[in-house]
């Protein structure tokens, strides 16, 4: 595809409203929210969340970051009083978390009800988000499904009330959905309206938070599409919407020559300096239960951070991924130890400040900057030559999001045609997600050859879907399929169980394969169960990810053996649904074939 193959009416409908106009109205509306003070800001005797990370960036203190995604505010209250305890006993601090919420935190608050509840935090009262700033010295902020979100503009204007100095995820906007919400304008319409009203209350240093990875740049294969593609965002956030602007980075990046050259070219893009909320323990690179080995990984990993972090201060606090990553959410004590790992590694790395040669990875940081820059110039001219209007946040969002990370780097990267590269050119600083994507690709055809060829599947159609925003499983899955000669119907990421049934009747599939991650395996296997049904299709169901659930008396529940009484075929392993298909099994109770009256 090339830039000229796109008309503008694909990237936006001719109703659409003026941004520019948008942000001036939403900003003025703004002015009527009070800014609520935290209580951390109370204690750090700071004017502002924003002002604190300054403060500590100028004079050299370390601060520190956890992710919490329990599911109520008294929950999350209780495991902070828990980790604060341990540090006071076990001698560290920690400064900041971040609430990770229930995916239908997204939706408009009359549409939560009707969503399945995934893992994360609901916030159903104001006194949940006042309890947030004010229960706790700790400095709270909102991240996912908040500011580009349908529901966007009441958790922002609850956050800005109760003091929360950081609220997001603008990074989002360009790929997160939400079940049952279909408008992807109104989306980015509402999504324009709150990072506005943030914008407003820059002033009083509230701060519009991007994590960068929670939008393309997981998907993108070079890191100069990753710095063009923030470029972008700061120029949305900053120069349009007139937001401070905070990115931050790090849970796909395993290298750390590239994570830390990445993260010296952010901090040349940060024209206003705002400090980064964190910078992201690696979560790609921890696999499976090994938790000692992944012990090891996070403690090297956060060592070369906190390296960066002394040497070139951002204000960015440090984060260690909890060594059950893979699996589930952290415990208490998971999240303990790895606060733990940090400020030992502190204590070694300020021990001996010389032991890196940075010279690799300044060198990594221009090339990173430079092929960003042109990413940049790239990406706006090509949307300015399809008609886009280049000064207008809306446009820019939809258009964008319309297109697709995968379009957006094929149309616009900056390396040179290379067509033994997936995106058809060679990545100026190949990026660790498309390292591993081809290594686990290769690992699994490896692994389906043991015996000989390739199993045989050009009998079989199937229906393979993601229900959420993890989309590497299901590009593996769809790969393999397809090797092995299967006839693949890919429906994407982000699909529901009704979506997912009118396409099994639609192409008369043969089977299905559900890719999910978000904590409902068993309520959305059911639902998806009942729609088969409805529509009186029958094909074999396979499901893969994080198959588990908040049961009654157990939270994270396995709920693979519930799955199978259901008639679905839980894998672990591309490999495994792949042995069932080459074998016919009946086992599963289902007939091989829908039946489509
Ligand atoms: C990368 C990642 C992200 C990235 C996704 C980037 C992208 N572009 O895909 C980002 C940062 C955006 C993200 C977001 C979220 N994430 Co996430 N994420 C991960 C992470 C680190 C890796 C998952 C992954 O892709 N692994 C690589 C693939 C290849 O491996 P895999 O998924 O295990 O799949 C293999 C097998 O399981 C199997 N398989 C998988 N699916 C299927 C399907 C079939 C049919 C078959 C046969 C086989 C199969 O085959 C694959 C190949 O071997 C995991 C933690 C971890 N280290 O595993 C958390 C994790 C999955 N995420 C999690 C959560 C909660 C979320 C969020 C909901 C957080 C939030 N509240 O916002 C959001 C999702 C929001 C949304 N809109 O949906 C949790 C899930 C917790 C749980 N269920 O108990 C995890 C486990 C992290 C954690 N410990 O909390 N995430």
């Given at each position: 595809m090339t830039s000229t193959e796109i008309e503008l009416h694909q990237l936006i409908p001719d109703d659409l409203p003026d941004g520019i106009a948008l942000v001036r109205e939403a900003k003025e509306r703004a002015k009527a929210i009070p800014v609520g003070r935290s209580k951390g800001v109370e204690v750090r005797r700071a004017d502002s969340d924003r002002a604190f990370?300054?403060?500590?960036?100028?004079?050299?203190?370390?601060?520190?970051?956890?992710?919490?995604?329990?599911?109520?505010?008294?929950?999350?209250?209780?495991?902070?009083?828990?980790?604060?305890?341990?540090?006071?006993?076990?001698?560290?601090?920690?400064?900041?978390?971040?609430?990770?919420?229930?995916?239908?935190?997204?939706?408009?608050?009359?549409?939560?009800?009707?969503?399945?509840?995934?893992?994360?935090?609901?916030?159903?009262?104001?006194?949940?988000?006042?309890?947030?700033?004010?229960?706790?010295?700790?400095?709270?902020?909102?991240?996912?499904?908040?500011?580009?979100?349908?529901?966007?503009?009441?958790?922002?204007?609850?956050?800005?009330?109760?003091?929360?100095?950081?609220?997001?995820?603008?990074?989002?906007?360009?790929?997160?959905?939400?079940?049952?919400?279909?408008?992807?304008?109104?989306?980015?319409?509402?999504?324009?309206?709150?990072?506005?009203?943030?914008?407003?209350?820059?002033?009083?240093?509230?701060?519009?938070?991007?994590?960068?990875?929670?939008?393309?740049?997981?998907?993108?294969?070079?890191?100069?599409?990753?710095?063009?593609?923030?470029?972008?965002?700061?120029?949305?956030?900053?120069?349009?919407?007139?937001?401070?602007?905070?990115?931050?980075?790090?849970?796909?990046?395993?290298?750390?020559?590239?994570?830390?050259?990445?993260?010296?070219?952010?901090?040349?893009?940060?024209?206003?300096?705002?400090?980064?909320?964190?910078?992201?323990?690696?979560?790609?690179?921890?696999?499976?239960?090994?938790?000692?080995?992944?012990?090891?990984?996070?403690?090297?990993?956060?060592?070369?951070?906190?390296?960066?972090?002394?040497?070139?201060?951002?204000?960015?606090?440090?984060?260690?991924?909890?060594?059950?990553?893979?699996?589930?959410?952290?415990?208490?004590?998971?999240?303990?130890?790895?606060?733990?790992?940090?400020?030992?590694?502190?204590?070694?790395?300020?021990?001996?400040?010389?032991?890196?040669?940075?010279?690799?990875?300044?060198?990594?940081?221009?090339?990173?900057?430079?092929?960003?820059?042109?990413?940049?110039?790239?990406?706006?001219?090509?949307?300015?030559?399809?008609?886009?209007?280049?000064?207008?946040?809306?446009?820019?969002?939809?258009?964008?999001r319309r297109l697709g990370a995968g379009a957006i780097e094929d149309l616009f990267h900056a390396g040179e045609p290379d067509s033994s590269f997936p995106r058809g050119f060679k990545p100026l600083v190949a990026s660790d997600t498309l390292g591993r994507l081809l290594e686990r690709k290769s690992a699994v055809l490896a692994r389906l050859r043991v015996d000989g060829p390739l199993p045989d599947l050009r009998d079989v159609k199937v229906v393979t879907a993601g229900t959420d925003v993890h989309e590497y499983a299901l590009h593996i899955l769809t790969q393999a399929l397809s090797a092995c000669g299967a006839e693949v119907i890919n429906l994407g990421i982000n699909t529901t169980s009704p979506d997912i049934a009118k396409v099994v009747v639609e192409t008369a599939a043969d089977s299905v394969a559900v890719s999910t991650h978000n904590g409902m395996a068993l309520s959305l296997g059911r639902q998806l169960k009942k729609e088969l049904d409805a529509r009186r299709v029958n094909p074999r169901v396979f499901m893969g990810g994080r198959l588990n659930e908040d049961l009654e008396h157990q939270e994270a529940a396995d709920v693979r053996p519930m799955l199978r009484a259901e008639g679905i075929v839980p894998c672990d392993t591309v490999e495994e649904m792949i042995e069932h298909l080459r074998h016919r099994p009946t086992d599963t109770g289902v007939h091989n074939h829908p039946i489509v009256h």
């Amino acid at each position: 595809m090339t830039s000229t193959e796109i008309e503008l009416h694909q990237l936006i409908p001719d109703d659409l409203p003026d941004g520019i106009a948008l942000v001036r109205e939403a900003k003025e509306r703004a002015k009527a929210i009070p800014v609520g003070r935290s209580k951390g800001v109370e204690v750090r005797r700071a004017d502002s969340d924003r002002a604190f990370k300054e403060r500590c960036r100028d004079t050299g203190r370390l601060t520190t970051y956890i992710n919490l995604g329990y599911k109520t505010w008294a929950e999350t209250r209780d495991a902070l009083d828990e980790i604060t305890a341990a540090g006071e006993r076990r001698g560290f601090t920690l400064d900041r978390f971040s609430l990770v919420s229930d995916r239908r935190m997204g939706l408009p608050p009359e549409m939560r009800d009707e969503a399945l509840g995934e893992t994360g935090i609901m916030m159903y009262t104001e006194a949940d988000w006042v309890g947030a700033a004010r229960d706790t010295d700790v400095e709270p902020e909102w991240n996912d499904h908040g500011v580009a979100t349908p529901g966007g503009i009441a958790t922002t204007e609850s956050a800005i009330r109760a003091g929360f100095g950081y609220i997001g995820d603008f990074a989002e906007f360009n790929r997160y959905s939400y079940p049952g919400w279909y408008d992807d304008a109104e989306q980015m319409i509402r999504g324009v309206q709150a990072a506005s009203m943030i914008a407003q209350k820059r002033n009083d240093g509230v701060v519009l938070n991007s994590f960068i990875e929670d939008g393309y740049c997981s998907s993108f294969h070079d890191l100069a599409t990753s710095l063009g593609w923030s470029m972008f965002q700061c120029y949305v956030a900053e120069d349009l919407i007139g937001a401070a602007h905070a990115q931050s980075y790090g849970s796909t990046f395993s290298d750390p020559i590239r994570k830390q050259a990445f993260g010296l070219a952010m901090d040349a893009i940060n024209v206003d300096r705002v400090p980064p909320t964190f910078v992201h323990g690696d979560t790609n690179g921890l696999v499976g239960e090994d938790f000692d080995r992944n012990a090891v990984i996070v403690a090297a990993d956060v060592m070369y951070t906190i390296a960066r972090e002394l040497k070139h201060p951002t204000g960015a606090a440090m984060h260690a991924t909890p060594v059950s990553e893979p699996i589930r959410i952290p415990t208490v004590d998971e999240l303990v130890e790895s606060l733990v790992i940090v400020s030992e590694a502190e204590k070694r790395v300020r021990a001996c400040p010389d032991i890196i040669d940075w010279r690799p990875i300044y060198e990594m940081r221009d090339q990173i900057i430079q092929g960003g820059r042109q990413v940049f110039r790239n990406l706006l001219d090509g949307l300015g030559k399809i008609g886009v209007k280049t000064d207008d946040p809306l446009q820019l969002m939809l258009a964008t999001r319309r297109l697709g990370a995968g379009a957006i780097e094929d149309l616009f990267h900056a390396g040179e045609p290379d067509s033994s590269f997936p995106r058809g050119f060679k990545p100026l600083v190949a990026s660790d997600t498309l390292g591993r994507l081809l290594e686990r690709k290769s690992a699994v055809l490896a692994r389906l050859r043991v015996d000989g060829p390739l199993p045989d599947l050009r009998d079989v159609k199937v229906v393979t879907a993601g229900t959420d925003v993890h989309e590497y499983a299901l590009h593996i899955l769809t790969q393999a399929l397809s090797a092995c000669g299967a006839e693949v119907i890919n429906l994407g990421i982000n699909t529901t169980s009704p979506d997912i049934a009118k396409v099994v009747v639609e192409t008369a599939a043969d089977s299905v394969a559900v890719s999910t991650h978000n904590g409902m395996a068993l309520s959305l296997g059911r639902q998806l169960k009942k729609e088969l049904d409805a529509r009186r299709v029958n094909p074999r169901v396979f499901m893969g990810g994080r198959l588990n659930e908040d049961l009654e008396h157990q939270e994270a529940a396995d709920v693979r053996p519930m799955l199978r009484a259901e008639g679905i075929v839980p894998c672990d392993t591309v490999e495994e649904m792949i042995e069932h298909l080459r074998h016919r099994p009946t086992d599963t109770g289902v007939h091989n074939h829908p039946i489509v009256h």
